[in-house]
């Protein structure tokens, strides 16, 4: 397993709406795929200036490009395909505004429940790219039957993409399932920070271990807060950071606008 040390040089507090702060060069993967850049309608940015402030901070670590990912989880962010890409207006209309010029459209992050089943049945989901689906779990309690879930996505068109496989205790224990998903055409997305240690030490322990396994896709950030860019910004410091831009995630191959 890895030991190295985190970088120590982390500018705690610092308020990284300012450029000098920004290190970390993100530029291999081109795109970041998941992320909450909307304002207002989850967890994520609040004010169109939350929006445009994170939004910034991407650009400055190199991103070229942005797929940003609002929550449908239907108990606390309803949002629906209007809701998202109405923000999305909003946002891109802001971004012009204080001459930040990076291209940004929208997909959503799907929380697999009863509504999820639902709208996969009637509605035409927003996808990353082709029919490429973003979609999450509860943290709090294994899904009964996922790989049945993940066969009706599939009988639907789309592929799933498993956001944070890393980040679910439940299945800590019990890595293979993953090797399992992944045979079954699911994919799976690292959320970058979490080689940091962010979410706990396990997890990082899983990142590392699935990375090791090469059974990753794709990379985001899935960043919803200034201490989420600041975080990201500690991965470039961190040893693994060169082995992230050697491995063959797929962000670079979704297209711009
Ligand atoms: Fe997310």
């Known amino acids: 397993m890895f030991s190295w040390l985190f970088g120590s040089k982390n500018k705690q507090g610092k308020n990284l709406q300012h450029a000098e702060a920004v290190k970390a060069d993100f530029s291999f993967l081109g795109t970041d795929m998941h992320s909450h850049f909307i304002a207002g309608i989850d967890d994520g940015a609040q004010t169109l200036g939350d929006s445009v402030s994170l939004i910034r901070n991407m650009q400055e670590m190199g991103f070229k490009n942005i797929v940003t990912t609002p929550h449908i989880k239907f108990d606390h962010y309803p949002n629906t ?41 009637q509605e035409e989901l927003l996808t990353i790219q082709g029919n490429e689906l973003l979609v999450e779990l509860s943290f709090m309690f294994e899904p009964l039957g996922l790989n ?46 979490a080689l940091t240690g962010y979410y706990g030490k396990k997890v990082k322990d899983v990142a590392e ?47 711009a606008i």
């Open 209 to 255: 271990e699935l990375l090791s396994k090469g059974l990753y896709d794709y990379c985001g950030s899935d960043m919803h807060h200034p201490r989420h860019a600041e975080t990201l910004n500690k991965v470039a410091s961190l040893k693994i950071f060169e082995e992230l831009k050697r491995y063959p995630f797929r962000n670079s191959r979704i297209s």
């Open 148 to 193: 049945e879930i993940m066969f009706k996505i599939q009988t639907k068109g789309y592929q799933p993409i498993l956001a944070h496989p890393e980040r679910y205790s439940f299945f800590h224990q019990k890595t293979e399932i993953f090797e399992q998903l992944k045979s079954r055409g699911v994919m799976l997305q690292l959320n970058t920070i």
């Open 81 to 121: 395909r209007e809701t998202i890409l109405n923000g999305l207006k909003e946002v891109q209309q802001a971004l012009h505004e204080n001459g930040v010029h990076i291209p940004v459209r929208a997909a959503a992050e799907y929380y697999i429940d009863d509504h999820f089943m639902q709208i996969l049945e």
